[in-house]
């Protein structure tokens, strides 16, 4: 039995940027359309169709045909005539396989958030943003446990999860602006409304991480799901990542949490950066030595 991670949603319309400068030259804003329009699939998207792409991009309809016929020439999404609407093609899980296998942070995260996945009986994931929300990229479980119906590729909120408060905390000064001008965009007729309490518990994030170690969130994305997670850079070249554990309530109480998995959640981050550190030391002193790996003098 799963906890279901889904809840009745109004139809998401995409939250944009600022829109870039006229002199930008190295822009392009039809590229910027198409992958516009890819991002419109979420979790749980199957069949979209043009109505639906253009509301979600904002978008003139047949500016959408346009670029969906193309993209779907190019293997990036397919057409189904019975339904009259797309999905995703190919070609774009081509893209994302490649981003994954690229990431061996996940081959060495994974057994260590095993060891944390099995402790508390919960899902332990690690997440990199995109936009407004926290991408799964590695997901361990307990397997005799109630867990939430999250995988790879999953998607949860930044604002209202303790994964995406940990990514807030542990992000750049630059990229938190970004973040809260993709809030604002949201919805710019209630942002004076929302701005001070979303900035008020974004910062509350970033205390928090600084003085417990973690972020949290206690029923405040779903009633009955507790959680914590650790924002953190792992270098590398890679983008800023959170981990996290969450599950139930019931099965993770605010003292389990706090005082059990949370160090254990810490040494695996701990862990990973002294991992990631090493090899990029070792990767330097190759580099410098100009040799390549297993060469011998």
């Not at 940027?17 to 030259?25: G, H, L, N, V, Y």
């Not at 929302?194 to 972020?215: D, F, H």
Request: a positive charge.
């Amino acid at each position: 039995m799963a906890v279901s991670s889904r809840r009745p949603q109004p139809p998401r319309s995409k939250a944009r940027a600022k829109p870039r400068s006229k002199k930008d030259r190295h822009f392009v804003t039809a590229l910027a359309r198409g992958l516009d329009v890819l991002a419109c699939f979420r979790t749980g998207d199957a069949l979209l169709g043009n109505g639906d792409l253009a509301e979600r991009c904002r978008l003139p309809k047949s500016t959408v045909s346009r670029l969906s016929q193309t993209l779907a020439r190019l293997g990036y999404l397919r057409y189904v005539e019975d339904a009259a609407k797309y999905r995703l093609g190919g070609s774009t899980l081509a893209l994302g396989s490649a981003m994954l296998s690229g990431m061996a942070i996940r081959q060495l995260a994974r057994p260590m958030m095993q060891e944390v996945a099995d402790f508390s009986m919960a899902v332990v994931a690690l997440g990199v943003r995109v936009e407004l929300g926290i991408i799964y990229i590695e997901v361990c479980r307990n397997k005799a446990a109630l867990t939430l119906s999250l995988d790879v590729g999953s998607r949860v909120p930044l604002a209202s999860t303790a994964m995406g408060r940990a990514y807030f905390a542990a992000a750049t000064d630059p990229e938190r602006d970004e973040i809260l001008d993709l809030l604002r965009a949201v919805d710019e007729a209630t942002w004076p409304r929302r701005r001070r309490s979303l900035e008020t518990g974004l910062q509350a994030a970033i205390e928090q991480q600084r003085k417990a170690g973690c972020c949290s969130s206690f029923g405040e994305w779903q009633p009955d799901v507790n959680g914590i997670a650790i924002g953190f850079r792992p270098g590398g070249g890679l983008p800023t990542m959170a981990l996290n554990c969450g599950g139930p309530s019931f099965s993770l109480p605010r003292p389990f949490l706090m005082d059990e998995v949370r160090p254990r959640l810490s040494s695996v981050v701990r862990r990973l950066e002294e991992a990631l550190g090493n090899e990029a030391l070792r990767s330097q002193s190759i580099s410098h030595s100009g040799r390549s790996p297993g060469t011998r003098r």
